[in-house]
């Protein structure tokens, strides 16, 4: 059974600062996304990363693949107020069944 | 608009009651998903359907039950056997592997 693990559930961090959101997972796969999700609310996509050493970026968020140590990283560069949410990461395998991680809880503070 | 719809917003069940919640998307996807959400817990997966007239269980799948007789449709039924239907449920759909999930806006489920 897959098993998707993220680390840390709670973050507490101050502007400006940098940090790593990790995921790993038990299974062999090459399907890794990135949400995210506002309280009360529904799931927004961030990252599709589809290969080996994939890199993706899109503002403050950088998001990478290993698929041979199963990790997924999720890097936040100079932390801003409005990043302050719940960041899941879901693996896909070849079943097609999205599964996903226990979700990371980010606060951003002044 | 192309989209992802789910009904009714907020539901109230008696226990004892089946229901029904609503998923329709508009986005010719192949792939839809259903999943639950409790209080402050991750997203955990109760059906999937990679086509129409298949699905297959997911890890959270008893007290529940699903169709797919057309592809823009995958309504979940919570039955009575469900002992502990209060969540948030999650519908989502995608295109293919290559692609990320769609989600709608979600059902609030309340058992009275």
């Known amino acids: 059974e897959l098993k998707v693990e993220q680390n840390p559930l709670f973050l507490s961090m101050q502007e400006g600062k940098n940090y790593t959101i990790y995921c790993n997972y038990s299974?062999?796969?090459?399907?890794l996304y990135w949400y995210r999700q506002d309280p009360g609310k529904s799931l927004e996509s961030l990252f599709v990363l589809l290969s080996n050493g994939a890199v993706k970026q899109e503002g403050r968020l950088m998001a990478s693949l290993d698929t041979k140590a199963r990790l997924s990283t999720l890097h936040i560069t100079a932390a801003v107020h409005d990043l302050s949410a719940t960041y899941f990461c879901?693996?896909?395998?070849?079943?097609?069944?999205?599964?996903f991680g226990a979700g990371t809880r980010l606060t951003v503070k002044p | 608009d192309g989209g992802i719809t789910q009904s009714p917003k907020y539901l109230f069940r008696k226990e004892g009651q089946n229901v029904t919640l609503s998923c329709e998307q508009n986005l010719n996807h192949d792939a839809m998903y259903w999943y639950r959400q409790d209080p402050g817990q991750g997203l955990r997966l109760i059906y999937y359907?990679?086509?129409?007239?298949?699905?297959q269980k997911g890890d959270i799948a008893e007290g529940y039950s699903v169709s797919r007789e057309k592809k823009e449709s995958f309504p979940l039924t919570v039955t009575s056997a469900q002992k502990n239907p209060t969540a948030f449920y999650l519908c989502?759909?995608?295109?293919?592997?290559?692609?990320?999930?769609?989600f709608g806006q979600g059902t609030r489920l309340t058992v009275v």
């Open positions: 359907s990679q086509i129409v007239n298949d699905f």
């Open positions: 879901a693996v896909d395998t070849r079943n097609n069944d999205m599964r």
């Open positions: 989502a759909s995608s295109p293919n592997r290559e692609s990320e999930a769609f």
């Open positions: 299974t062999t796969s090459d399907r």
